[in-house]
């Protein structure tokens, strides 16, 4: 009894500053109680937290460390040469057995590897970071200078902007891991967006950043002032969220994309998830499946013709 309040006392994190505090309280508690431990058959023992583990938690350099929901989980936290904060998820599976369950980046290499120790990990997981640097400079400079519709809450795990031109027109752009630009398109385009960006792609020079081309190519100096905001001003203040026209939602669970201005009739001022109006154009259509996964037939709302895959493009 009195050693399951010590336990409880223990385990209570809000008492320690650090991970390292924790891990020496409860090692010393290991050795004071191992006697009393080994006898209860429910107890946790020094085997089950290995010690070779702890060790490794106290001799991690230069990065923050937390548990997860149970001791053989971890969060490390490093930051990289821009102050950024990067986030990986590591799980104790045995003696030198050390597993990555996540990681808030895309495209990390060798993710499904069994790591001798988090030492290793963190050295292959900050490697992986100092490469992703101009990545995180390009999303950055798009963050800042666009009116970013989708994600809706971007971060660098997300490779790819939706960028509002107008309100009737965005830009998908998808940014490599050596900060490239690549899968370009209009969505809801208008010719003259259209005239653009067929042209910016002939002068796209790959010296300068993604943003920089974005304004040569969209021609942002003769923007009118509208534009201008629009593509300056933070997105919640200059474009409402729009509700699909078919379903009346904003978001859909487990599909992270927004409704989009797929018709392409200037007067109708409708968005429609992706996935609602492909629903409904099968439907429509007597619910056969489309000739190359594109639905056709005309706008629910203004009869336009109007054609929608379940894939963008
Ligand atoms: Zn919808
Ligand atoms: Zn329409």
Same mark, same amino acid.
């Given at each position: 009894?009195?050693?399951?309040?010590?336990?409880?006392?223990?385990?209570?994190?809000?008492?320690?500053?650090?991970?390292?505090?924790?891990?020496?309280?409860?090692?010393?508690?290991?050795?004071?109680?191992?006697?009393?431990?080994?006898?209860?058959?429910?107890?946790?023992?020094?085997?089950?937290?290995?010690?070779?583990?702890?060790?490794?938690?106290?001799?991690?350099?230069?990065?923050?460390?937390?548990?997860?929901?149970?001791?053989?989980?971890?969060?490390?936290?490093?930051?990289?040469?821009?102050?950024?904060?990067?986030?990986?998820?590591?799980?104790?599976?045995?003696?030198?057995?050390?597993?990555?369950?996540?990681?808030?980046?895309?495209?990390?290499?060798?993710?499904?590897?069994?790591?001798?120790?988090?030492?290793?990990?963190?050295?292959?997981?900050?490697?992986?970071?100092?490469?992703?640097?101009?990545?995180?400079?390009?999303?950055?400079?798009?963050?800042?200078?666009?009116? $970013?519709?989708?994600?809706?809450?971007?971060?660098?795990?997300?490779?790819?902007?939706?960028?509002?031109?107008?309100?009737?027109?965005?830009?998908?752009?998808? !940014?490599?891991?050596?900060?490239?630009?690549?899968?370009?398109?209009?969505?809801?385009?208008?010719?003259?967006?259209?005239?653009?960006?067929?042209?910016?792609?002939?002068?796209?020079?790959?010296?300068?950043? $993604?943003?920089?081309?974005?304004?040569?190519?969209?021609?942002?100096?003769?923007?009118?002032?509208?534009?201008?905001?629009?593509?300056?001003?933070?997105?919640?203040?200059?474009?409402?969220?729009?509700?699909?026209?078919?379903?009346?939602?904003?978001?859909?669970?487990?599909?992270?994309?927004?409704?989009?201005?797929?018709?392409?009739?200037?007067?109708?001022? !409708?968005?429609?998830?992706?996935?609602?109006?492909?629903?409904?154009?099968?439907?429509?259509?007597?619910?056969?499946?489309?000739?190359?996964? !594109?639905?056709?037939?005309?706008?629910?709302?203004?009869?336009?013709? $109007?054609?929608?895959?379940?894939?963008?493009?």
């Amino acid at each position: 009894m009195e050693s399951k309040k010590e336990m409880r006392e223990l385990f209570c994190f809000s008492n320690y500053k650090s991970i390292t505090k924790f891990v020496n309280n409860l090692e010393k508690f290991f050795l004071q109680k191992k006697n009393t431990y080994l006898c209860s058959s429910n107890s946790i023992d020094m085997e089950q937290i290995d010690k070779t583990y702890l060790n490794e938690i106290k001799n991690v350099d230069n990065v923050n460390v937390y548990f997860g929901k149970t001791l053989e989980e971890l969060k490390c936290v490093i930051s990289d040469d821009g102050f950024r904060e990067h986030e990986i998820f590591i799980k104790f599976s045995g003696p030198r057995k050390y597993e990555i369950t996540k990681v808030n980046l895309p495209h990390l290499p060798y993710q499904d590897e069994v790591y001798n120790s988090i030492n290793e990990i963190i050295d292959t997981f900050r490697n992986h970071v100092i490469n992703l640097s101009n990545y995180f400079f390009e999303l950055e400079q798009i963050d800042q200078f666009c009116s $970013i519709m989708e994600p809706l809450h971007p971060t660098y795990k997300d490779e790819y902007r939706k960028i509002a031109l107008d309100e009737r027109t965005w830009l998908h752009i998808e !940014v490599t891991p050596d900060g490239a630009a690549k899968n370009i398109y209009l969505i809801g385009q208008s010719e003259a967006w259209n005239d653009k960006l067929q042209k910016g792609f002939l002068t796209w020079d790959h010296d300068k950043s $993604i943003i920089d081309n974005i304004i040569s190519t969209f021609d942002i100096s003769s923007f009118s002032n509208k534009h201008h905001i629009i593509l300056s001003e933070p997105v919640t203040t200059m474009l409402e969220k729009q509700h699909c026209a078919i379903c009346l939602c904003e978001e859909l669970p487990d599909n992270p994309s927004v409704p989009q201005p797929i018709c392409q009739n200037n007067a109708c001022g !409708v968005y429609y998830h992706r996935s609602c109006l492909y629903e409904w154009l099968l439907a429509s259509a007597g619910g056969r499946p489309p000739a190359f996964g !594109v639905a056709t037939g005309s706008c629910p709302t203004c009869c336009h013709p $109007i054609a929608c895959s379940l894939l963008e493009k």
